[in-house]
């Protein structure tokens, strides 16, 4: 099974509740590709254990929204 983020700050964030939905059914990935806020999702996630606890921090932590920042202090 492989989990396949992909880009854009709004999708970055969407990714964080459909990560908690997959892990509480007890789907967890065996390989994780992402491009763009699904990369820094996908490398946040990868480094952690594979739990819904996991999805709940990234969204704390608005790790999914630098993508976000980002593009609008470049404007």
């Known amino acids: 099974m492989a989990f396949v983020l ?3 700050a709004s999708l970055g964030a969407i990714q964080v509740g459909m990560l908690r939905t997959l892990y509480e059914r007890g789907i ?3 390989l994780i590709v992402g491009t ?4 820094l999702n996908g ?3 990868a480094s952690r ?3 819904s606890g996991t999805a ?3 969204r704390e932590s608005g790790a999914s929204c630098v993508a ?6 470049t404007r």
Do not use: H, K, V
Not at 36 to 39: F, I, K, L
Not at 68 to 73: I, Q
């Open 56 to 58: 709940d921090t990234l």
């Open 36 to 39: 763009s806020a699904g990369a």
């Open 43 to 45: 490398a946040y996630i």
């Open 68 to 73: 976000a920042r980002c593009s609008r202090s």
């Open 49 to 51: 254990p594979q739990a």
């Open 6 to 8: 992909s880009g854009g």
């Open 28 to 30: 967890r990935p065996d």
